[in-house]
């Protein structure tokens, strides 16, 4: 589309006017260009409102609490770090950190690992309960983990994985699995059964056509997928408090601890904030091109 | 309805192209006639599909002018400049029916629709698609899909002219065969410049009255058939066309003749002048292997050559042999005595080709 | 796509049904469970139908309802059109297009309650810069005592929270769409109009459709946001179901009624979401049916 407004540009720089040579007229676009400039503006817009609240959420982190309560100023006045030192020194504090990040981890490779098969399952082949099968998977994307609190602690308190990292990355299995097969079949779908014909025909057995073949081919969709996967599991809370004491203890639950009997602090708070941002920024940045690259979900 | 003339053309993907070789169009002049029926022909990656794009608008030539009749229209989008296009896979609106489809671009320009109605019947009828009109686009097979796409294009009536880049390469070879005549039909209807581009020679020959051959961003030769075929003006038309394509063998000019290895070719008076004029030393000549004299016996005016293989394809054979230490081929007919191990072969004058750095030396005693 | 019968396929399912089920079947049983019992202590009662028909009659449940239903509503008739409509602003390619899919991205990779404590640091009339801006245009903005000020607050974080999954999804959805069809519309002279009519928006079909279940789902689910900006609050103005829930369940230990109202929310989600599916399912088999035809 930029080329219809280089023609644009181009246009009205170049005068209509009969070119001295062989009587030839110039012709001019009447065509309203495509207005990227209109387009920028409110991009732009949006831009400013989805950073503002991460913005003032920094300008808090930078400010000591008594510049907080006492100035209301658009930047730190008087700039100080030492809610991030404290954070980043302090084992209860960043131990919230590699907590999250390990179930995180845990759930993503767990979840990847059973839905790939499950998801070349649903895309190649006809069994005996496959809808069914397919749509009681979707219902549990609609479980709502706050109904579930309670069910949930019995059973891993029974079973003994109260307070581990494990348990919270199983319990999170419950949504993120049927997502991840849902995504994932569809970019199975897109590759074409004469594929997986060609490699039997070559003579590979199933895991290797699988792994050899199959897997390179949507490294995009498995992109895709496990940003999905990184995100849902990273945000979740309920399910992780409520699964955790101390040992696996999530940082968006100690995070609860700034706010006291003698008030909230704000300056922390801010700070620990902004770092549960910092692993999302890594993992988007790595899934920019899958993501840019375009997929439809699902037949197209 | 307009001629299309392309002025010092040139058109390059680079931002900052350095040699030719970064050009997909190389600088050219070309002249496509109101009403023609045009071929553009070469191997893929010569910048046909480039030259089309430019020609529609899709895409601004980095230099040079793009002229309908008068008027330059370097500055016209695809929309205002009026022109057909029809690519080489379907693209076709899902969500609309076969007979939506066909309207849509008349719709676009707000035509009434009592002239859309007749119009898009019409064409539907010459493509056949008149049963299908009011199924959804998106349940139709790859072949319909293909005379849909197509049928936008016809169905406008005013266009400059209509542009197809390899329309029929998802078509079965059936189809292809009746769509191309149903093509030429239609231009001979309605006198629209047609310019169809294509990989296939063949293709090429049946549609077009005048073809124009493009080899690394140069149109080569914009001849007739038979002018492309007994006068290739570049080795490589002489290569692309014809089955087998032309025999080219190295030469150098001596005051005697063509000098290859140590057998002298005589060629005239007038083309060896030019030959030895020349700077450059990439000298060729060229003979078709239709054109190779095949003699039943040993003759003063032929070379004897050796037989290396001799392939019969139904109603006429092709004999492979060693002339020096250069391979050639030759076209023999059905009923032609077949030389066995040794044959007499000359090269008769009238066609015979000198090729300095690849382009045909013209003389004009021709 | 015809697919192979073959029963076989069970095996590649199972190692994934054996995770799910343990994570759903054993706490949903329990759930069950309590919905049909009184549960004194350590002793309990088989009491059948009696909660649902409680529960069913319990008026902060319906109002919780209706507030969930208005609420999800609301939200997706905002971030629909405005999802597709920044898809459709973003940069095609380029570094641009990187840093602009980065930036939108970033409120989806928050975690929940933190969303919220962000939302309460930014809305906060006397340190936030929305809540201080508001007061200084000289309206009494609160989100603790106007609940429609909590209200609509609510509604516009989740709106900068969410409308970045249906951007996202409708970007990759465009990205897809062969360079081929733009150029055709060009060529049948289509109006920009006509191009998202009927090229670009019948493409992000699957893509919406996926997008619009998850987002009905997810805001059916609301829960940690809210809870920290507002409690819920002024009053009840913005509990919805899910905090209802949780509050009946843990901080009143009400087992009973809550489980029973759970399995009717969590039909109500069954009922909106097979509408989805079965959509699904036929636009598939209509392609399906396309390919079948196009062999």
Known sequence: MSQSTMTNTQAQSASPEKTAEEGLTRAVSRQKGESVGRNRFLLSIYLVFTLLPIYWLINMSLKSNREILSVFSLWPQALTFDSYIKILTDPSWYMGYVNSLTYVAMNMTISILVALPAAYAFSRFKFIGDKHLFFWLLTNLMAPPAVFLLPYFQLYYTVGLFDTHIAVALAHCLFNIPLAVWILEGFMSSVPKEVDETAYIDGYSFPAFFIKIFIPMIRSGIGVTLFFLFMFSWVELLLARTLTATNAQPIGAIMTRTSTASGVDWSTLAAAGVLTIVPGILVVYFVRNHIAKGFALGRT | ?366 | MNKVENNKAWFLVLPMLLLVAFSAIIPLMTVVNYSVQDILGRSAFFVGSEWFVQTLNDSRLQSALMRQFAFSFTILAIQVPLGIAIALLMPKKGWQASAVLILITLPLLVPWNVVGSMWQIFTRGDIGLMGYGIRQLGYPYNITRNASDAWITIIIMDVWHWTPLIALLCYSGLRAIPEAYYQAAQIDRASKWAVFRYIQLPKLTNVLVIGVLLRFMHSFMIYAEPFVLTGGGPGSSTTFLSQTLATMAIGQQDLGPSAAFSIIYFLIILAVSYVFYVTIMNMQKDKADNISGGA
């Open chain 2, 1 to 366: 309805m307009a001629e299309i003339r392309l002025r010092s053309l040139a058109h390059t993907y680079e931002t900052d192209p350095q040699s030719p070789q970064d050009y997909a169009i190389r600088e050219m002049e070309h002249v496509w006639h109101q009403g023609g029926a045009y071929a553009l022909l070469g191997p893929s990656g010569c910048g046909k599909s480039t030259m089309l794009n430019i020609i529609s608008g899709l895409l601004r030539p980095s230099d040079g002018d793009v002229i309908f009749d008068s008027r330059i229209v370097n500055d016209l989008s695809p929309q205002e400049r009026n022109i057909a296009q029809v690519f080489q896979f379907p693209v076709i609106y899902d969500t609309m029916t076969v007979f939506d489809n066909l309207a849509f671009p008349l719709r676009n320009v707000k035509k009434p629709e009592h002239m859309v109605m007749p119009r898009v019947h019409e064409v539907a009828d010459i493509l056949e698609l008149t049963h299908l009109l009011k199924r959804k686009a998106k349940n139709l097979t790859a072949d319909e899909k293909q005379k849909v796409s197509m049928g936008r294009g016809l169905v406008r009536d005013d266009v400059s002219a209509i542009l197809f880049d390899e329309p029929l390469t998802v078509i079965d070879p059936q189809l292809k065969w009746k769509l191309r005549r149903k093509l030429k039909q239609i231009h001979e209807q309605f006198n629209i410049t047609m310019i169809y581009v294509t990989h296939d020679q063949l293709e090429a020959s049946t549609f077009a009255e005048k073809i124009a051959v493009m080899y690394e961003g140069q149109i080569v030769q914009f001849g007739t058939p038979r002018e492309l075929f007994e006068k290739p003006a570049h080795t490589f038309v002489g290569f692309f066309i014809g089955s087998p394509g032309m025999n080219f063998l190295d030469v150098e000019a001596t005051e005697q003749g063509m000098q290859f290895g140590d057998i002298t070719i005589p060629v005239s008076q007038k083309r060896l002048k030019v030959a030895r004029e020349a700077t450059s030393d990439n000298l060729k000549l060229g003979i078709r292997p239709e054109f190779i004299h095949v003699w039943d016996d040993r003759n003063s005016e032929a070379f004897e050559v050796t037989v290396k293989d001799m392939e019969d394809l139904g109603t006429y054979r092709i004999m492979t042999f060693w002339f020096g230490d250069a391979l050639m081929k030759a076209r023999l007919h059905e009923d032609q005595r077949i030389p066995q191990k040794k044959a007499w072969i000359s090269f008769p004058e009238q066609w015979l080709n000198v090729y300095i750095d690849e382009f045909r030396v013209e003389v004009d005693d021709e």
